[in-house]
């Protein structure tokens, strides 16, 4: 009888526990099934190069972006990037990274991102003390801009020296692929035939970036809005174009009501997905 009693407490102790619990994220693989962290890092460690997809204000991507670099450098070399440096601040990168200006001079040289103190300077820094080389992968904003009105037309007008700061002229360019037709949509067909277009420099350049920086033998992580490797296009399609041989992994978020299971629409975004309550806090 004491047997059963103990047994029958320790299980309503157990699912008192249980149902007190309220993750902030979940992890799931592409099907849909949950995922620990350890088997991702585990997959990911055999990659050349992982995409990572953030939303850009979510605080649960960015402190797993660091997380998942320190758990991968345990194991491998790495090399980093991100979307949110552009091409032509390379340079001041570089200075800050080997110790020739202070944060305060990388704010003044470079164009960072408003949540860049929060958000990014945790990455920046871990490659500082790390001697990690950091890629400014993204194409400058303007030209991003100048193709948004005028299509890839637009750039035949920039100099040699603003043309190494994009990827090579022509772009390799599908308006068929569903996230390129799904923006044209969004923007009523013809009148934002050149949105898709401006996506797709962005996408091209930060793909071009990663192949010029990646090293043989090492793993590069790269870090964007997963709107540009979601569904396994934009960057990627673009780096499977140029270098199918190598292996890569992708990471996405997404946010949902309910993270217990993975929605259908969620499924088969990228190989692993970071589910994150919806009312999750912001970083602006």
């Given at each position: 009888m004491k047997i059963v009693t103990f047994l029958l407490s320790f299980c309503l102790i157990a699912s008192?526990?249980?149902a007190q619990q309220k993750p902030a994220y979940i992890l799931y693989n592409a099907k849909g099934k949950k995922i620990d962290y350890e088997k991702m890092i585990r997959i990911l460690a055999e990659k050349d190069i992982v995409l990572f997809g953030e939303f850009h204000n979510n605080p649960i991507a960015h402190w797993l972006q660091l997380e998942v670099t320190t758990s991968l450098k345990q194991s491998r070399e790495l090399v980093m990037g991100a979307e949110m440096f552009e091409q032509d601040n390379q340079e001041a990168l570089d200075m800050y990274l080997?110790?020739?200006i202070k944060?305060?001079?990388?704010?003044?040289?470079?164009?960072?991102?408003?949540?860049?103190?929060?958000?990014?300077a945790p990455l920046v820094n871990f490659a500082k003390e790390n001697h990690i080389v950091f890629a400014a992968s993204n194409v400058p904003r303007r030209?991003?801009?100048?193709?948004?009105k005028g299509g890839f037309a637009a750039l035949d007008t920039i100099s040699a020296k603003e043309k190494t700061w994009i990827a090579p002229l022509p772009i390799a360019y599908d308006p068929e692929l569903p996230g390129y037709k799904k923006?044209?949509?969004?923007?009523g067909g013809h009148s934002g035939e050149n949105l898709p277009k401006a996506q797709a420099i962005k996408d091209a350049t930060m793909a071009y970036f990663i192949l010029q920086y990646y090293k043989?033998?090492?793993l590069f992580i790269h870090f964007n809005g997963s709107y540009h490797s979601d569904n396994y296009e934009g960057i990627l399609w673009h780096l499977k174009n140029k270098r199918p041989e190598l292996k890569y992994g992708t990471i996405t978020t997404v946010s949902q009501k309910d993270v217990n299971s993975l929605l259908a629409e969620n499924l088969g975004r990228a190989d692993f997905i970071i589910c994150v309550a919806e009312?999750?806090?912001?970083t602006y």
């Open positions: 008192m526990v249980s080997q110790g020739k944060a305060k001079g990388l704010d003044s040289m470079a164009r960072l991102w408003k949540n860049y103190p929060t958000d990014y030209y991003a801009s100048m193709v948004s923006m044209m949509e969004m923007m043989t033998g090492s009312n999750m806090t912001t």
